[in-house]
């Protein structure tokens, strides 16, 4: 099954970027129906880097809903301009494992007016219930494709060396030292 989505975000596209290698994002985006809690030592990380994540699914942000592996990677060789990530992991137990195939692939890209192209295609396999599981995944993806477009207007990215990225930090260090 494939499932694709393509939105423009209020945002510039370093922010896009910030937000979707961010493990406190996606909780945001799939909630209220799921959260994700870390199965490792030192919790879920400030951004994903490449590699395996173990993590705990929870339906309503509350029951487990098995286990799940985050396999996070960052292809290269893309358009000038467009970077992805891409999730091969998938759920190890629990509902969601009836999938056996999982391709997650996240891309941004900038808009002439400097807001944020994004594209996001899953394709997943079920096997025998391809066809029951493709609505419910389809119609989580546009909940997901809702929330990302509720979010965008409120991310930001204060890259190192600006004025309020030092100011910010000046804060944090002050805040240490007392």
């Not at 989505?5 to 961010?22: F, G, H, I, N, Q």
């Not at 395996?52 to 809903?65: D, G, K, M, Q």
């Not at 190890?92 to 400097?114: C, E, I, K, N, Q």
């Not at 494709?145 to 100011?167: F, I, K, V």
């Amino acid at each position: 099954m494939r499932v694709l989505l393509k939105l423009t975000l209020e945002c510039t596209p370093d922010a896009a970027w910030r937000a979707l290698r961010s493990p406190a994002v996606l909780r945001e985006v799939v909630a209220p129906w799921l959260d994700f809690s870390s199965l490792e030592d030192g919790g879920l990380p400030t951004t994903w880097p490449e590699g395996r994540h173990r993590v705990r699914a929870l339906a309503f942000r509350r029951f487990p809903a098995g286990e799940e592996l985050v396999d996070v990677s960052y292809p290269g060789g893309l358009p000038t301009g467009v970077r992805m990530l891409r999730d091969g992991g998938g759920a190890l137990t629990g509902p969601l494992a009836v999938f056996d195939r999982w391709d997650h692939r996240m891309a941004v890209s900038a808009l002439p007016d400097g807001r944020t192209l994004y594209r996001d295609q899953l394709i997943a396999s079920a096997g025998a219930l391809d066809l029951v599981a493709w609505y419910p995944t389809w119609a989580f993806w546009q909940w997901r494709g809702m929330r990302l477009r509720q979010l965008a207007p409120g991310w930001s990215y204060d890259p190192p060396g600006t004025a309020d990225a030092d100011a910010t930090a000046g804060i944090a260090g002050a805040g240490a030292a007392a």
